[in-house]
Nanobody
Framework: QVQLVESGGGLVQAGGSLRLSCAAS????????MAWFRQAPGKEREFLAR????????YYADSLKGRFTISRDNAKNTVYLQMNSLKPEDTATYYC????????????WGQGTQVTVSS
């Protein structure tokens, strides 16, 4: 099981960009799929993006409309979420999570990083 720590959140104006990072410990990082989720106050957790263990495939929530990009660097045990054209409704706590390939169950979660987009 990997341990995950997110970073890179903060306050940004609408239209701006942020890149979130998720650093993983453990030697199994390169064998698991990684994903990003977010949760805004009073709302359910929302899936954003997933990348397979080899970075061969990526999947995105339709609602993102191409504004976010997930990537990973297995040599650095890190997964990223590049967020562009940010909107106030993107304000949330962002979490990374890991899952075995082809599994819908996420077994490890980070503590989250806060993103606040001002109008």
């Amino acid at each position: 099981q990997v341990q995950l720590v997110e970073s890179g959140g903060g306050l940004v104006q609408a239209g701006g960009s942020l890149r979130l990072s998720c650093a993983a410990s453990g030697r199994t990082f390169s064998s698991v799929d990684m994903a990003w989720f977010r949760q805004a106050p009073g709302k359910e957790r929302e899936f954003l993006a997933r990348i397979t263990w080899s970075a061969g495939s990526t999947y995105y929530a339709d609602s993102l409309k191409g504004r976010f990009t997930i990537s990973r660097d297995n040599a650095k045990n890190t997964v990223y979420l590049q967020m562009n054209s940010l909107k106030p409704e993107d304000t949330a706590t962002y979490y990374c999570a890991s899952a075995l390939p082809y599994s819908a169950t996420y077994t490890s979660w980070g503590q989250g990083t806060q993103v606040t987009v001002s109008s």
